[in-house]
């Protein structure tokens, strides 16, 4: 649910906003990320009209209104102007009717109008409708972009999560978000992160304390939001656990619905962790090109295998023989 209001204030600059009638309607809420224009419904015919959507009125139903008569006109509209209906928006800066005005008033629906075409008005109402309404979650972890993938990393607290960001940044990578990354799942199944506006650009670096890396590095290294492309775990380094040394297996972790691909890497002195952060990128990167490094060597070690069973498979029949 998005507040009338709230939705005013994010978006009136993006969709050129001009409130015309209905303040009152700003206490309104929108529940449906679909938007309608009346068409039919002008007419009379309301069967399958929504009255829980946005209405968009463009200058063929402007048009349509201006050959009715007053009594008709303020008729047909109060009939689709509900108590549910969260706002109208003519577009063109087309001039509302009188009656219009006064209905939206009486009714407290809120009455707005853009510059846009309409096509420019549902392109972008549908943008930010389905960006509003995306299902969403917080995770703990740190989000950076690196080589254009956008990398989520993961651990227990104090594993280094920060101290591996920041290394990534000295690198020339881009930080999105530290400790609370917040993931809404867009059209498509994509996965974008951003981070808390309070924490934005921030860092915290254990022995130094919160630091801004867009004043310490510029706004070059830094992001509002990414998709998130894989998932990486640190973990202090274990004896006893068993660590993939090939990578055949394909691990996934699943955030919304969405599977993302997940490594976990174990930490101890003398790894370069940045290093192999960045590598993990880029073998993502190779396979996303078809080229899948562990499944190229498996391939070779079966045919070396094959290679060298058949000569004695060959010997083994001539003794018999003898």
């Given at each position: 649910?998005?507040?009338?209001?709230?939705?005013?204030?994010?978006?009136?600059?993006?969709?050129?906003?001009?409130?015309?009638?209905?303040?009152?309607?700003?206490?309104?809420?929108?529940?449906?990320?679909?938007?309608?224009?009346?068409?039919?419904?002008?007419?009379?015919?309301?069967?399958?009209?929504?009255?829980?959507?946005?209405?968009?009125?463009?200058?063929?139903?402007?048009?349509?209104?201006?050959?009715?008569?007053?009594?008709?006109?303020?008729?047909?509209?109060?009939?689709?102007?509900?108590?549910?209906?969260?706002?109208?928006?003519?577009?063109?800066?087309?001039?509302?009717?009188?009656?219009?005005?006064?209905?939206?008033?009486?009714?407290?629906?809120?009455?707005?109008?853009?510059?846009?075409?309409?096509?420019?008005?549902?392109?972008?109402?549908?943008?930010?409708?389905?960006?509003?309404?995306?299902?969403?979650?917080?995770?703990?972890?740190?989000?950076?972009?690196?080589?254009?993938?956008?990398?989520?990393?993961?651990?227990?607290?104090?594993?280094?999560?920060?101290?591996?960001?920041?290394?990534?940044?000295?690198?020339g990578h881009r930080l999105i978000s530290d400790d609370v990354v917040i993931i809404k799942r867009r059209e498509g199944g994509s996965l974008i992160g951003t981070g808390p506006e309070l924490t934005r650009h921030m860092l915290e670096i254990r022995g130094i304390g919160i630091i801004n890396v867009a004043h310490i590095y510029g706004a070059v290294c830094i992001r509002e939001n990414?998709?998130?492309?894989?998932?990486?775990?640190?973990?202090?380094?274990?004896?006893?656990?068993?660590?993939?040394?090939?990578?055949?297996?394909?691990?996934?972790?699943?955030?919304?619905?969405?599977?993302?691909?997940?490594?976990?890497?174990?930490?101890?002195?003398?790894?370069?962790?940045?290093?192999?952060?960045?590598?993990?990128?880029?073998?993502?990167?190779?396979?996303?090109?078809?080229?899948?490094?562990?499944?190229?060597?498996?391939?070779?070690?079966?045919?070396?295998?094959?290679?060298?069973?058949?000569?004695?498979?060959?010997?083994?029949?001539?003794?018999?023989?003898?």
């Amino acid at each position: 649910m998005l507040g009338v209001h709230e939705f005013y204030e994010k978006y009136k600059e993006t969709l050129a906003l001009e409130l015309c009638a209905g303040d009152a309607g700003l206490k309104r809420a929108i529940r449906a990320v679909q938007i309608e224009r009346p068409g039919l419904a002008l007419t009379g015919f309301l069967k399958g009209h929504s009255s829980k959507r946005v209405l968009v009125f463009g200058r063929v139903e402007i048009e349509y209104l201006k050959q009715l008569g007053v009594e008709t006109r303020r008729r047909r509209l109060s009939q689709i102007f509900s108590d549910e209906l969260p706002l109208v928006i003519l577009s063109r800066r087309l001039k509302p009717f009188s009656e219009m005005m006064e209905l939206c008033n009486e009714k407290g629906l809120a009455l707005f109008r853009t510059s846009l075409t309409t096509s420019e008005v549902l392109q972008k109402l549908t943008v930010a409708l389905s960006k509003e309404f995306s299902p969403t979650m917080s995770c703990h972890g740190t989000l950076v972009e690196a080589f254009g993938v956008g990398v989520l990393i993961q651990g227990d607290s104090s594993v280094g999560k920060s101290e591996t960001a920041l290394g990534l940044i000295e690198r020339g990578h881009r930080l999105i978000s530290d400790d609370v990354v917040i993931i809404k799942r867009r059209e498509g199944g994509s996965l974008i992160g951003t981070g808390p506006e309070l924490t934005r650009h921030m860092l915290e670096i254990r022995g130094i304390g919160i630091i801004n890396v867009a004043h310490i590095y510029g706004a070059v290294c830094i992001r509002e939001n990414a998709r998130i492309d894989v998932v990486v775990k640190l973990e202090e380094w274990d004896t006893a656990h068993f660590y993939d040394r090939i990578g055949l297996e394909e691990k996934y972790l699943d955030f919304l619905g969405v599977k993302v691909p997940f490594h976990i890497l174990p930490v101890k002195p003398g790894r370069d962790v940045v290093l192999l952060l960045e590598t993990v990128v880029l073998n993502y990167s190779l396979k996303k090109l078809g080229y899948n490094s562990a499944k190229e060597f498996n391939v070779k070690l079966l045919e070396a295998i094959s290679k060298r069973q058949k000569p004695i498979a060959v010997k083994s029949f001539q003794e018999n023989e003898e």
